[in-house]
């Protein structure tokens, strides 16, 4: 599998986003697809902990225009007897960033933000199996596309836990992104909230142990 290591700036990937994808799909299936609309920088198909495909895959272009003429030309038809759906791949928007004019107080949640879409639940495992008093993760990804939202939260055992977990994450980069760490609320304290009629974040994945 070709195995895309992307660039700090989303400028610099002029990427598209391939969901609805039969799970027979190959590296060299998109690459056969795609090729045609300009050269390829890197391909990326989503897998889960076991290596299965998630219906869903990354093509990076070295343009803009050939993405551009990707997403027109591919977009709701249909490939290997599948309706595909194509979209411009998501920059990292200020919606996923931390707000760091006011430092949270330590506490035994952390946000995690900067994910690359590409990230695989392996990948993600790996991160978190490096920590210690890891109790819950969740991952956000949008309910309706299946596209991962590029950010998580994870929940610690004790405050020491969650300190050393805050340092380690806050000088590490993954995909070739810096990770934006800050303090938030633990879950209980959210789901309070949600009972007093808050909003909340509707689109998270959920409560999730990670595999390991």
């Known amino acids: 599998m070709e195995s895309a290591n992307p660039a700090a700036e989303d400028g610099d990937q002029h990427g598209i986003f391939v969901s609805n994808m039969t799970f027979d799909a190959t590296d060299l299936h998109l690459r ?4 045609q609309y300009g050269e390829i920088k890197s391909i990326n198909i989503g897998r889960d902990g076991r290596g299965l495909s998630r219906g869903f895959g990354f093509v990076i272009f070295t343009t803009k225009e050939a993405a551009d003429k990707a997403v027109a030309a591919t977009d709701n038809t249909f490939w290997h007897g599948r309706r595909i759906n194509v979209q411009h791949r998501k920059s990292t928007g200020p919606a996923n960033r931390v707000d760091r004019s006011e430092p949270k107080p ?8 900067n994910i690359p ?3 695989s639940d392996t990948d993600l495992n790996d991160l978190f199996k490096s920590l210690d008093g890891v109790t819950d993760v969740r991952v956000a990804v949008d309910r309706q596309t299946g596209w991962p939202r590029g950010f998580a939260h994870a929940d610690f055992g004790d405050q020491a836990s969650a300190t050393k977990a805050y340092e380690k994450l806050s000088a590490h980069s993954l995909g070739g992104r810096q990770l934006r760490v800050d303090y938030t609320q633990p879950k209980r304290d959210r789901v309070e909230r949600n009972d007093r009629g808050d909003r909340g974040d509707r689109n998270d994945r959920g409560p999730r142990r990670p595999d390991f």
Do not use: D, R
């Open 117 to 119: 879409y590409e990230t």
């Open 32 to 35: 056969e697809a795609y090729s």
């Open 106 to 113: 330590p506490s035994l949640s952390l946000y995690i933000g």
